[in-house]
């Protein structure tokens, strides 16, 4: 069985930072495709960041470059999104997503199998 469980979302003012987390089981980080995707009401879901490569490669959304960095802890099977100068434009629900294949140095280029419930980031001027 596959799980994936996200944390760490929260209500900030704008330039604050959060650090969400994802839990997995069911699966090794190290041998998988894992990343987050984002979306707002009555917007489309984007893709903010991908980590692959047994976490040696990464590949972020124009809009997280130079602000977030995803990383992860291989023997905790745990994925995690550091966000700084949160803006409001980045208020979203956050949803962790692994797939054994499907990425690579463009990002993802197939849509992850397992996904998380989503945790709340909300960011206030």
């Known amino acids: 069985q596959v799980r994936l469980v996200e944390s760490g979302g929260d209500s900030v003012q704008a330039g604050g930072s959060l650090k969400l987390s994802c839990a997995s089981s069911g699966i090794t980080t190290r041998s998988v495709c894992m990343g987050w995707f984002r979306q707002a009401p009555g917007k489309e879901r984007e893709k903010v960041a991908v980590i692959y490569s047994g976490g040696l490669r990464t590949n972020y959304a124009d809009s997280a470059k130079g602000r977030f960095t995803i990383s992860q802890d291989n023997p905790k099977n745990t994925m995690y999104l550091k966000m700084n100068s949160l803006k409001p434009e980045d208020t979203a629900k956050y949803y962790c997503?692994?797939?054994?294949?499907?990425?690579?140095?463009?990002?993802?280029?197939?849509?992850?199998?397992?996904w998380g419930q989503g945790t709340q980031v909300t960011v206030s001027s």
């Open positions: 997503a692994a797939g054994e294949k499907g990425c690579g140095a463009s990002g993802w280029y197939a849509l992850p199998t397992y």
